[in-house]
């Protein structure tokens, strides 16, 4: 129960509609596999539209008075349900390399594991370096997902640059939260 005592709210069902979009964007993405189609850039703008959404409900939650436990909860599940999706489809299309969507996803469901472990003592919001993380995550999958190698030649360069970017605070921000834990 929330601490205004309301758990449907604007900002919790901006949180689940970004869970539902996952099926969605995977479905798109994998009918289509040229990156030219008009289904690829749909499940582009589907992704950019979702991954946005992440800022807002927060934001919403913040500035309503309508930040509630169960939002807290199901906020970093709608992020990786996207984002977790987005890196293993775009590994299964061979855009991304397994290793990094493996590592990635190993920091996730390490973190979530925890989170799920203490719920019942303590709520576990995301911290600075988590939501830094979530952004870096969001623009690197992102720019590997929008086809610009068409119209800039070394695109390809600066998704691989994004993509180490976005792992590397994935990983430091995975030993960030595990460090502060252990204090705690």
Not at 86 to 110: F, H, K, P, Q
Request: cysteine-free.
């Amino acid at each position: 129960m929330a601490a205004d005592g309301q758990t449907v709210n604007l900002p919790n069902s901006i949180t689940v509609a970004r869970i539902a979009l996952a099926p969605l964007f995977v479905y798109l993405l994998l009918i289509s596999p040229d990156p030219n189609s008009w289904q690829h850039w749909l499940a582009t703008f589907v992704f950019v539209f979702a991954i946005s959404t992440d800022g807002i409900d927060g934001a919403v939650a913040r500035r309503t008075g309508k930040v509630t436990n169960l939002g807290k909860i199901l906020d970093p599940i709608a992020d990786k349900a996207l984002l977790g999706s987005a890196l293993v489809t775009l590994s299964y299309l061979g855009e991304i390399d397994w290793w990094i969507t493996i590592l990635i996803l190993a920091r996730e469901i390490a973190v979530t594991l925890y989170r799920v472990m203490v719920v019942k003592n303590k709520v576990i919001a995301a911290a600075g370096s988590g939501k830094l993380k979530t952004v870096l995550q969001g623009i690197a999958v992102g720019a590997v997902l929008a086809p610009l190698e068409v119209w800039v030649p070394f695109w390809s360069f600066v998704e691989e640059g994004l993509m180490l970017v976005a792992l590397a605070s994935t990983l430091i921000s995975g030993v960030q939260f595990f460090v502060a834990a252990i204090k705690k």
